[in-house]
C-alpha cells in the first residue's frame, strides 16, 4: 500500500494540469475561509446607497452589490463556504454508506451479492431527486436533512464501485490466508478488504464531491436547497438570474465561482484517477 501511495504521488506530481487545479482549488477554498474577514461588509448588511451597483472599490464593494445592496464579495465566498460544506459532508455519507454495503456485497458474492444488488438496481430506477425533494417538503428545509437526503442518494454509484473492486480482490493470497487462520468475515471485511480499496475509493469520492454541489446548487436554484439568511451558490445563482439582463455581475460572479471550482474538482478528480491507475467502471 505504500509503494502504490509513493507511485501515485509520484504519478501526481507529473501531470501539471492536475497540478495546476489543486493551487487554484486551494487557493479557492483559502479565500472562501478568509475572505469574508478582508472585507468590511458583513453578509447581511445592507448597502441603501449601493444597489446593485457595479464592481468597484469604493465602500469596498469588489464584486459589486445584489438588488439589496449587499456585498456580493462576501456573499459569494460565504456561499463558497456553504456549497463546499454541503460536498465535502454529503460525500462522507455516501462514501460511509456506499464502501461498507459494496464491500459486503462483493466480498460475500453469491446469493448475498445477489439480492443487495437488486436492491440497489431498484433504487436506481427510482426518481431519487423526487426523494429529496420529498423529504424537503415533508420535513422541512433543514440544512442538516439536506446534507442526509442527498447523501443518501450519492452512495449507490459508490457502492457498484466497491463492490466491483471487493470481487476483483476476494480471492487474493491475504484473503485466504486470513479465512485460513479462522478470521470473522466482517473482521476480514474492516482489515483486509476496505483498506486495500482506499485508492479507487479515493478517487471516486474527490468526483463525487463536484456531482453533490452541482446537485445542492440545482436544489437550492429551485428553491429547495439552503434558504436565507444562509447563501450557496445555487441561491446566489438563482437570485442572479432574475437581475441578468440588468445587472449580469449578481449571476456572473457566482456563476464563475462554481464554474471554476467544479472544473478544478472534476480535473483533479482525473489527475487522481490516472495516478491511481483506476479503470472506469
Not at 3 to 8: P, Y
Not at 197 to 226: D, H, K, R
Not at 240 to 253: D, F, H, Q, R, T
Request: net charge neutral.
Amino acid at each position: 500500500m505504500a509503494a502504490l501511495g509513493e507511485d501515485a504521488v509520484r504519478r501526481l506530481r507529473a501531470s501539471p494540469v492536475a497540478l495546476g487545479a489543486l493551487i487554484v482549488m486551494s487557493a479557492m477554498i483559502g479565500l472562501a475561509l478568509i475572505g469574508p474577514w478582508l472585507n468590511p461588509n458583513s453578509i447581511q448588511s445592507l448597502d441603501w446607497l449601493h444597489v446593485a451597483a457595479h464592481p468597484s472599490t469604493q465602500n469596498a464593494h469588489w464584486f459589486g452589490t445584489d438588488r439589496l445592496g449587499r456585498d456580493l464579495f462576501v456573499r459569494t465566498l460565504a456561499g463558497t463556504r456553504v456549497s463546499l460544506a454541503i460536498g465535502l459532508v454529503a460525500s462522507a455519507i455516501s462514501l460511509l454508506v456506499g464502501v461498507i454495503y459494496g464491500a459486503v456485497a462483493g466480498y460475500a458474492g453469491g446469493h448475498t451479492d445477489h439480492v443487495m444488488m437488486r436492491i440497489i438496481e431498484i433504487l436506481s430506477g427510482l426518481p431519487l431527486i423526487f426523494f429529496v425533494i420529498f423529504l424537503t417538503v415533508i420535513f422541512g428545509r433543514n440544512e442538516y436533512l439536506l446534507f442526509l437526503s442527498i447523501g443518501a442518494v450519492g452512495w449507490l454509484s459508490m457502492a457498484r464501485i466497491v463492490r466491483g473492486q471487493a470481487l476483483s480482490i476476494r480471492h487474493k493470497e491475504y484473503i485466504e490466508a486470513a479465512v485460513a487462520s479462522g478470521a470473522r468475515a466482517g473482521r476480514i471485511v474492516a482489515k483486509h478488504v476496505i483498506p486495500n480499496l482506499l485508492g479507487p475509493v479515493i478517487v471516486y469520492a474527490t468526483l463525487t464531491v463536484p456531482q453533490i454541489i452541482l446537485f445542492e446548487s440545482f436544489l437550492s436554484f429551485l428553491g429547495l436547497g439552503i434558504q436565507e439568511p444562509s447563501a450557496s451558490l445555487g441561491t446566489l445563482i438563482a437570485e442572479g438570474a432574475s437581475e441578468m439582463e440588468s445587472a449580469p455581475w449578481i449571476l456572473l460572479v457566482p456563476g464563475g465561482f462554481l464554474a471554476l471550482l467544479l472544473l478544478c474538482l472534476n480535473i483533479f478528480g482525473d489527475g487522481l484517477r490516472d495516478a491511481f491507475q483506476v479503470e472506469e467502471g
